[in-house]
């Protein structure tokens, strides 16, 4: 079946560390992938996607890249703000149905 | 392009009440699908509707149902209401979803915070 795993958080930072935040994934066929955001008192946001493998998505300074040999979409920031404190989720869509399979959300905390 | 809305933001019942929350998908959008969202379970799929067929159902007991209507506006309906079935209630819309093709990105809307005292 398919399913999403995401690393444990609170994950706690200084503002303009670097963000890695891991995501793995099991899946049958070739699903898209997706990072989605939660900010405090908000839906969810998408924040990247990839629809391949070795697709890179990116915004806002955030990146990840669809890696099918190792089957994770780890999510990372070269330097995060205190405006990117939120929850984090990783995502995928399976191929045949619109059913999306979210991991557990990683929360990110940025200290000044 | 407006996104995702959903009405109402906040509602508190009692248990054993009912409750509908709606949604309306972005223009175009076909397929509307329904999450529950707790710090308990996190966020969990209920159904998708498509051309107002229920598409995929996920794991909850026949109290939570729903349906589409033709112009792609969901509701969901919660009977017979139980404490822990306070939540935020998330819709979310994509164009189509079936395929490999870019159409399978959901965009949600702020959610419904349902409380049940």
Redesign the interface.
Same mark, same amino acid.
């Given at each position: 079946g398919n399913s999403v795993t995401q690393m444990e958080g609170p994950v706690t930072l200084s503002e303009e560390a670097f963000l890695t935040i891991n995501c793995t994934y099991t899946a049958t066929g070739?699903p +898209?992938l @997706?990072w989605?955001v939660q900010y405090p008192g908000?839906?969810?946001?998408?924040l990247l &996607?990839a629809? &391949?493998a070795d697709d890179k998505g990116s915004n806002k300074g955030f990146e990840a890249t669809y890696r099918k040999e190792t089957t994770s979409f780890h999510l990372e920031k070269g330097s995060v703000q205190v405006s990117d404190s939120a929850v984090y @989720?990783c995502a995928l +869509?399976s191929?045949? !149905?619109? &059913?999306?399979y !979210?991991g557990?959300?990683t929360k990110l905390n940025v200290k000044p | 392009k407006a996104g995702?809305t959903?009405t109402p933001r906040y509602l508190i019942k009692t248990r054993g009440q009912q409750v509908t929350l709606s949604c309306s998908p972005i223009s175009g959008h076909r397929?509307v699908?329904w999450?529950q969202q707790t710090p308990g379970q996190? /966020?969990q799929?209920l159904f998708?509707y498509?051309s107002e067929t229920q598409?995929?159902k996920g794991n909850f007991p026949g109290r939570f149902s729903g349906r589409q209507f033709s112009n792609s506006r969901s509701e969901m309906n919660v009977s017979t209401l139980e404490l822990g079935d306070s939540a935020l209630y /998330?819709c979310?819309s994509?164009l189509?979803?079936?395929?490999?093709v870019?159409t399978?990105?959901?965009?949600?809307?702020?959610?419904t915070r349902l409380t049940v005292l």
């Open positions: 070739y +898209s @997706f989605y908000e839906g969810l946001q998408l &996607k629809t &391949k @989720f +869509s191929y045949n !149905f619109n &059913k999306f !979210f557990s959300g | 995702v959903q397929s699908s999450y996190g /966020l799929f998708e498509f598409r995929n /998330l979310a994509s189509d979803g079936q395929g490999p870019s399978d990105t959901q965009y949600f809307g702020p959610g």
